[in-house]
């Protein structure tokens, strides 16, 4: 018997997000959220086109990247879609690194003169990172290649956008724009009963109707169930950690996810500790 009671999906869950984002019959919604989040950017993206997720580094040795959607739109133009849950040392840096391996594959073409197509990373955060608490209502940051006197723009083909969810505190009747509902329903869908008469729009109807929790299969409810106890889990180990400073939380976390079968690298990305950090705190037990 199922343990949910939330009629719409968490969206901030890994099988939430892919179920609204990552699947080929939902695009339109990916699609939406991209135009509306990039508009002034790119104007009108016509097309995407899912890309593999899964990206190896140049070496054996080389890390490599899991990024949680990946697509291109008709341009050939580069988009990194990354859910962040808690809190993660060198979230930043991840996400440099990330953005170096849609740079590096526009090099295999053939007679390749140096031209990039643009890349944007667009990460949504679950969290607020430590340097930007003070800027209480700012919830949205555009980052490109600028230069330091100027403040103007040296380079626009890499873009990083970054939204702290946890800021965002508008109600339903202070929605103004299109980008505005997305931020709502993607920090509330799971607390809503009904669709609210502000979001009554084709694009949400859509998302209601796939985020309904009683449509869904079996098999998907079992997926689901099992990735909202593991985003609780998570979330309640690693926010205690990080806010309270207590090593034991992250042994906790790295402990309670290797018995669920995560190796060491997705272990190091979520805790923010060292490979060899986490290796040890498994070989201690």
Same mark, same amino acid.
Not at 110 to 122: I, S
């Given at each position: 018997?199922? +343990?949910?009671?939330?009629? @719409?999906?968490?969206?901030?869950? /890994? %099988?939430? &997000?892919?179920?609204?984002?990552? *699947?080929?019959?939902?695009?339109?919604?990916?699609?939406?959220?991209?135009?509306?989040?990039?508009?002034?950017?790119?104007?009108?993206?016509?097309?995407?086109?899912?890309?593999?997720?899964?990206?190896?580094?140049?070496?054996?040795?080389?890390?490599?990247?899991?990024?949680?959607?990946?697509?291109?739109?008709?341009?050939?133009?580069?988009?990194?879609?990354?859910?962040?849950?808690?809190?993660?040392?060198?979230?930043?840096?991840?996400?440099?690194?990330?953005?170096?391996?849609?740079?590096?594959?526009?090099?295999?073409?053939?007679?390749?003169?140096? +031209?990039?197509?643009?890349? @944007?990373?667009?990460?949504?955060? /679950? %969290?607020? &990172?430590?340097?930007?608490?003070? *800027?209480?209502?700012?919830?949205?940051?555009?980052?490109?290649?600028?230069?330091?006197?100027?403040?103007?723009?040296?380079?626009?083909?890499?873009?990083?956008?970054?939204?702290?969810?946890?800021?965002?505190?508008?109600?339903?009747?202070?929605?103004?724009?299109?980008?505005?509902?997305?931020?709502?329903?993607?920090?509330?869908?799971?607390?809503?009963?009904?669709?609210?008469?502000?979001?009554?729009?084709?694009?949400?109807?859509?998302?209601?109707?796939?985020?309904?929790?009683?449509?869904?299969?079996?098999?998907?409810?079992?997926?689901?169930?099992?990735?909202?106890?593991?985003?609780?889990?998570?979330?309640?180990?690693?926010?205690?950690?990080?806010?309270?400073?207590?090593?034991?939380?992250?042994?906790?976390?790295?402990?309670?996810?290797?018995?669920?079968?995560?190796?060491?690298?997705?272990?190091?990305?979520?805790?923010?500790?060292?490979?060899?950090?986490?290796?040890?705190?498994?070989?201690?037990?």
């Amino acid at each position: 018997m199922s +343990e949910i009671r939330e009629k @719409y999906i968490n969206p901030f869950t /890994d %099988f939430g &997000f892919k179920k609204l984002f990552g *699947e080929e019959p939902n695009k339109d919604l990916l699609l939406d959220f991209l135009n509306e989040l990039l508009k002034e950017q790119e104007g009108n993206i016509k097309e995407l086109t899912y890309l593999k997720n899964e990206h190896l580094g140049a070496g054996d040795t080389d890390r490599k990247a899991i990024f949680d959607l990946y697509c291109e739109n008709e341009l050939g133009e580069k988009f990194i879609v990354e859910l962040q849950k808690s809190k993660q040392n060198f979230f930043k840096d991840r996400t440099l690194y990330y953005a170096t391996f849609p740079i590096q594959e526009q090099a295999k073409q053939a007679d390749w003169n140096y +031209e990039l197509k643009a890349v @944007y990373t667009v990460a949504i955060l /679950d %969290f607020v &990172f430590d340097d930007d608490k003070a *800027e209480r209502h700012k919830y949205r940051y555009d980052v490109k290649l600028t230069d330091t006197e100027t403040c103007k723009v040296f380079y626009d083909k890499l873009t990083f956008i970054y939204l702290e969810m946890p800021k965002f505190n508008l109600e339903v009747d202070e929605l103004e724009t299109r980008f505005d509902k997305w931020l709502y329903v993607l920090k509330n869908l799971n607390r809503l009963d009904a669709i609210p008469d502000r979001l009554q729009e084709r694009i949400f109807e859509r998302l209601f109707e796939v985020a309904e929790v009683a449509k869904f299969s079996r098999e998907e409810l079992l997926s689901y169930e099992d990735s909202l106890k593991y985003y609780r889990d998570l979330k309640n180990s690693l926010d205690t950690a990080f806010e309270e400073g207590k090593v034991h939380g992250l042994r906790d976390v790295v402990r309670n996810g290797a018995r669920k079968g995560l190796d060491i690298e997705t272990l190091s990305n979520l805790t923010g500790l060292t490979a060899d950090e986490v290796g040890k705190i498994l070989n201690d037990e």
